[in-house]
């Protein structure tokens, strides 16, 4: 699989636009859940995935697959810029964002009709961050996806900064295993 | 030396979280290269974009490929470092150019500020926040145009023409506004507020002003504000700028400085 999004990517350097086209069928509807669940508008969401998009058409030729598959490159890049559109507008006090527990509370669950199908041969990493101990899941959720860092963590949970450290680490070794296990 | 620290360090960085001088120093200890980090960094990577594809597949909307499609129909691989501006085939009036054109500057300048990123990270904390800080405000007014642009795109929304009033007849104002999503005010040579005072917008419909937010303009007498959508999708009938307090009122009681026709 990551194999041919790699040749894509390859041949998207070369400036073949039938080959983006392909990528984006391929990659758009796995990084607009992500970039969904972080902004939270939908106007919003498909502005930060035009963004990624064109920016993956951009830096091409920069792609190195031996640096990670492409998938890890699109969903970090949607990642970092769905947070830079949250922090951005939290700066700005707007008050049309919904309050961050609402929007982790509210983050998007199966709803597809035929999720429950997928859900099957992806039910080891679907249920991956449900299984580590909730302290851990906390930090993560807090750090990936509502853009919170270290010292913002430590103030919202009232706990010292070595502790959510700690925690951070011990919860993405147990996803790296977990993910590993299931490839 | 022990490595340990820099694993927990690496951890906290894979998912976005480092901050401050450990920021820094990380950064620094990766660009003298270590395996060890890079891998759990490559590794992190791809477990959290496994997180990724394990949800359920959405479909984005049709018209995000569409414009992607015409952004890349006129680039060949040796132009890409400057993107060309869209094309508008939709625009609008006047209103809509304008918008725009301030859209592209936006766009321009905010990808020159990506490419001088790499250089700058390295100096130092604060050099590295001011420049996080105009980035993202570059990037939340280049939102703002494209957001506004898109909402002209839907055939359900209205450009409304606001005029100056009394103490600010030079005052001009266009309202793009969309009865489920609502909208964006921009307005032109409005003066700077009093200290202490806002410009607080209206939205009128069959009952009392309901207001709308609270806006500054800029030097030049200029302003963008996004108009949450009124409660129930009530129709509104006329839009209303007037000065209020800086902490804003709930009925309007200063004197109007904009507003819309009937």
């Known amino acids: 699989m990551a194999t041919i999004g790699a ?9 073949d636009r039938e080959a983006f086209a392909v990528f984006y069928d391929r990659y758009a509807p796995v990084v607009f859940p992500l970039i969904l669940r972080i902004v939270r508008e939908r106007a919003d ?15 091409a030729p920069a792609y190195d697959v031996t640096r990670g598959s492409p998938e890890a490159w699109m969903v970090t890049r949607a990642r970092t810029r769905a947070i830079d559109r949250i922090r951005a507008t939290r700066r700005r006090g707007e008050t049309f964002v919904a309050p961050l527990d609402e929007g982790i509370a509210a983050a998007p669950r199966a709803s597809a009709p035929d999720a429950a199908e997928r859900a099957a041969d992806r039910g080891t990493v679907m249920s991956a961050l449900d299984r580590l101990p909730d302290v851990q899941r906390e930090v993560i959720e807090l750090a990936y996806y509502a853009g919170l860092t270290q010292t913002e963590i430590a103030e919202r949970l009232k706990q010292p900064l070595g502790t959510v450290k700690t925690r951070i680490r011990l919860g993405l070794e147990r996803l790296r295993e977990v993910v590993k296990a299931s490839s | 030396m022990n490595h340990e620290p820099y694993d927990t360090l690496a ?35 791809e477990a959290l974009a496994a997180l990724a594809r394990a949800r359920p597949p959405m479909i984005p909307p049709p018209a995000v490929k569409e414009e992607l499609m015409r952004r890349i129909a006129t680039t060949t691989p040796a132009q890409r470092g400057a993107p060309r501006p869209r094309r508008l085939v939709w625009a609008a009036g006047t209103v809509a150019a304008a918008i725009a054109a301030a859209a592209f500057t936006g766009t ?34 280049v939102a703002v145009y494209r957001n506004a642009a898109d909402l002209l795109r839907d055939p359900q929304a209205q450009v409304v023409t606001l005029r100056g009033l009394g103490p600010s007849p030079e005052a001009t104002g266009r309202v793009i506004w969309h009865p489920v999503n609502g909208g964006y005010v921009f307005v032109a040579n409005l003066p700077a507020a009093p200290p202490g005072k806002a410009y607080e917008l209206w939205t009128i419909g069959d009952a009392a002003p309901q ?11 200029r302003a963008a504000h996004r108009i949450a959508p009124v409660e129930g ?13 800086e902490a804003g009122v709930p009925q309007p009681q200063g004197p109007m400085v904009l507003a819309s026709s009937k």
Do not use: I, N
């Open chain 1, 45 to 59: 969401a498909s502005d930060v995935l035009q963004e990624v998009f064109w920016e993956a058409w951009r830096d």
């Open chain 2, 11 to 45: 951890a906290t960085y894979a998912v976005g979280a480092l901050d401050g001088q450990e920021r820094v120093d990380f950064e620094r200890h990766l660009a003298g290269g270590c395996d060890v980090c890079e891998t759990t960094l490559r590794d992190s990577a």
């Open chain 2, 211 to 221: 207001p709308a937010g609270l806006f500054q303009v800029d030097a030049s007498g």
């Open chain 1, 7 to 15: 040749d894509l990517v390859r041949q998207m350097a070369a400036g």
């Open chain 2, 233 to 245: 999708g009530k129709p509104v009938k006329v839009f209303a700028v007037t000065l209020e307090t």
């Open chain 2, 108 to 141: 321009y300048v905010a990808t020159k500020y990506e490419a001088k990123l790499g250089v700058m990270a390295r100096e130092s904390a604060e050099l590295r926040a001011r420049v996080e800080r105009e980035e993202a405000a570059l990037r939340e007014q």
